[in-house]
């Protein structure tokens, strides 16, 4: 089976590319803010529907396991398209779930209206920032490139809080019907502004498939699903802890919520730093870091400063962890590496799901005061895995080589 590889050397393709990418960014904003704003939803949807924050968590699990298992095949089968008509289409799919979320009155039909937006999430993840590069042209595809990333960064740090206090302004409902807007908006703006993008050339999905027999690619990813377990078991109910544990009113927890995507700004910049030098050697300090934070946050709840203290390194370690784990994945490859970054997403979003799983399990077995122990619990054991991964890495031929698949960031 083909997947389509970017081709950034395409020259510009229109004048006012710069309208188009700044479409894109703001889409991307929007299609990772629906993912993630459901977190901050948790408690008002679990008082609405009639169901424990328990089984409202299961929404997260729900979405990320439909992106873990589409997002490689479905990004393969339909990233040579026309990219503006998926875009659109995509959009438009994305107004209508969101649509169908704000009038649903049980749980299940919310739930279909998460997966739905869930199948077209990583097919436009894994195409939006190639296309960016497209319309800027060689000499600036790295700037339009990072554009487009800054709206799927500013979704995970911060579409979270905005859902929260959209919530409080409008009800979680009208939290959809706004994303159902926008999306709408996009799409429309999409019609308008963005130029036909020259399709990419397909590549064979078979010969870049030969990276799933990589020990130390298959380990990077394996520990990729558990760094994300330990961060999603304490941060899908993070608003709920903060309200019931640390008694913070409800009309304040979006605030806390955006501070702690505020903070993570700092780790997004730290981490970036850090995994220049290595990458697992990044993913064990921010790991370690992690754990602390979560463990903490509990026994401080009532500290003032000290608690912001620990909420803030958790905050800094959590957002560090995503481009740490997304370089070390793709360095841990010398070939096939779009294929390797999108194994990542899949993984990430296994992670994501399995911590909602298992921090859904353990509030009403040993109560959402130890919420942050299990979580810490499970950072430590992927901080274990850590030298086990590094054991696999291929030795280097000489001096600065490293053949085989791993490049020296990787380690």
Known sequence: MPIAQPDLAAPPVDRNAGISIAILAFSAFLIVTTEFLIVGLLPALSRDLGVSISMAGQLVTLFAFTVMLAGPLLTALLAHLDRKRLFIGILVLFAASNALAAVSGSFWVLAIARVIPALALPVFWGTASETAGQLAGPGNAGRAVSKVYLGISAAMLLGIPLGTLAAEAMGWRGAFWMLASLSLLMALAMWVWMPQVPRTAKVDFARQARIFTERFFLANVLLSVVVFTA??????????????????????????????????????????????????????????????????????????????????????????????????????????QALAGTTNVSAANAGIGLGAVLGGLAIPGLGIENLGYVAAAVALLALLLVPLVRGLAPQADGPGRVPCGASRASR
């Open 231 to 336: 961060m999603f078991t304490g941060y899908t109910y993070l608003a709920d802890l903060l309200q019931r544990v640390a008694g913070v009113p409800a009309a304040h927890t979006g605030w806390w919520l955006m501070g702690f995507g505020a903070v993570g700004l700092l780790g997004n910049w730290a981490g970036g730093r850090a995994v220049e030098r290595s990458a697992l050697m990044a993913t064990a300090g921010f790991l370690a870091l992690l754990a602390m934070g979560m463990a903490a946050l509990v026994p401080l709840a009532h500290m003032g400063v000290l608690f912001c203290l620990a909420l803030a390194v958790w905050g800094v370690a959590n957002t560090a962890l995503y481009p740490i784990s997304q370089v070390r994945v793709m360095a841990s490859v010398n070939h096939a």
